[in-house]
């Protein structure tokens, strides 16, 4: 059997009762560590669990499934994914592969950003697409995000925003010479997304075209969700630009049309109190019951 | 401190080691029994956690939510949610009120249907709006769910369809009488939500309307996501009217443009795989990589 075992959000107490069971009777554990990330290592995952873990990054869960699921057939291995396993990623390929081989699998839930964004007071059911904040470099700036915020923006929905996330990557230069040397990873920040976000606002302000969402739309941001110290912070895009929400990982939500009990939750987590009473005069397109 | 605990989606064993150590140390736990159930009893639970439950229904958290927060400001108390605390239904109201009596809260997260419902293949980027199917009335049918699943399949979004819950009900009669007689409880099972919405495609074909959705539109039922005993299949909005899915809690997802892998994943479940081979010619609007 093939186990897809969700790890929850925060720490390793954040596993299932169902999931633990399962880790310490696998044969085999494998951790994925390229998607999302706890608020702890491995050593302190493996110590909680008792017993090992088996780092897989990307290429592993690519480009060697095979060895993933050797005998999975007759014994049982688990994929440990932060998060639950079919939340901000898939792990599709590697059930298809399993099926082929005619190994069964079976998946372990848990919580995932996905969700858990319901915390800030902003109600699921009024989420549009998700979309991906990437990091710009110096030559490729895509603002294609921006334009399913606007679409979600213009239906009234909110947005979950997920930060890019860069390990194992290689400097160009690092890859020209064909060396396996890694840069050390990075987690985008909430002030990284805020100011990319304002950077293309004012590109789309000097177009000349009509603005989804401007330096005063009320967005929040949410940093460890699930950790004891977790952050969330709700303001205007252009305040979240400053605040400090620490370490990894790191989300943005933005606001669609509001119902007074959303923007009364958003409230707690003010970075400025005052600018909720005045969200009528300041940004109309935000407020609407 | 006011707790929200989610509990999962499956059995007892869903909690997560976070989530039972605060529901042990607690000096009074609420488990909230009006907006999902899990597989097992209350009593279950109880023998489980080792501790005693107090039930609360819609009444109670919301007419008696002091009694719920009495104390919370000195000593701890829980309210225990199956899925994610802020998952399918939100406890906004609850929290404002602890907020206003200076009470803080701190939530435990778990898995979502909302999040879970990627386990079928159909990934969760590609998910618009949620929306919730209510069971009709001879004297009320109500079609607006069908079309925000219609404004969905039209930007090629998949859509979670939350399927109806009745807890606690009084016949009209019984409700006229005064009398607080309850009715037995009643889920929606995928076969119901699904003959609702084929009449909803019968009444629009006879009105002239362009169909967003066909009996062979491909989509996934889904009962008791998480226990061991889950029922998850693909077909067309035809064949799942038939399909028997057991016990409650069923969900219904459609599928909007897929990409091959999503198509490969829903074979998995497939009630009939030859749909699957035909499904170009049969329903073109469905399956757009």
Not at 56 to 67: K, P
Not at 127 to 145: A, C, L, N, Q, R
Request: with cysteine.
């Amino acid at each position: 059997m093939l186990y897809l075992i969700g790890l929850g959000l925060g720490d390793e107490k954040d596993v299932t009762l169902k999931g633990l069971e399962v880790i310490r009777s696998c044969a085999r554990v494998y951790l994925e560590a390229y998607t999302s990330i706890l608020t702890v290592r491995k050593e302190t995952l493996e110590e909680f669990y008792g017993r090992e873990l088996i780092l897989a990054d990307r290429e592993t869960v690519e480009q060697e499934a095979d060895e993933i699921l050797r005998d999975a057939a007759v014994s049982d291995v688990a994929l440990l994914v932060v998060g639950d396993p079919f939340g901000a990623t898939t792990h599709s390929d590697l059930v298809l592969r399993a099926a082929k081989a005619g190994i069964q699998h079976h998946v372990i839930h848990n919580a995932s950003i996905m969700t858990a964004v319901g915390c800030c007071g902003l109600q699921l059911y009024n989420f549009g697409e998700t979309v991906s904040i990437v990091f710009w470099t110096d030559m490729w700036k895509p603002e294609s995000f921006y334009d399913k915020i606007r679409r979600n923006r213009l239906s009234g929905m909110h947005t979950l925003c997920l930060l890019d996330i860069k390990v194992k990557e290689q400097s160009i230069e690092n890859l020209m010479k064909g060396k396996k040397v890694f840069e050390p990873p990075r987690y985008m920040t909430v002030n990284q997304a805020v100011d990319q976000l304002l950077e293309i606002v004012q590109n789309r302000r000097e177009l000349g075209e009509e603005l989804a969402l401007t330096e005063n739309t009320i967005c929040v941001g949410l940093a460890r969700v699930g950790a004891s110290d977790q952050k969330i912070s709700a303001g205007t895009l252009q305040q979240l630009s400053s605040v400090d929400f620490g370490g990894p990982l790191h989300s943005l939500a933005i606001s669609g049309c509001m119902h007074p009990l959303e923007l009364d939750m958003l409230k707690l987590f003010a970075v400025e109190p005052s600018t909720f009473e005045q969200i009528n005069i300041e940004d109309s397109s935000t407020y609407l019951s």
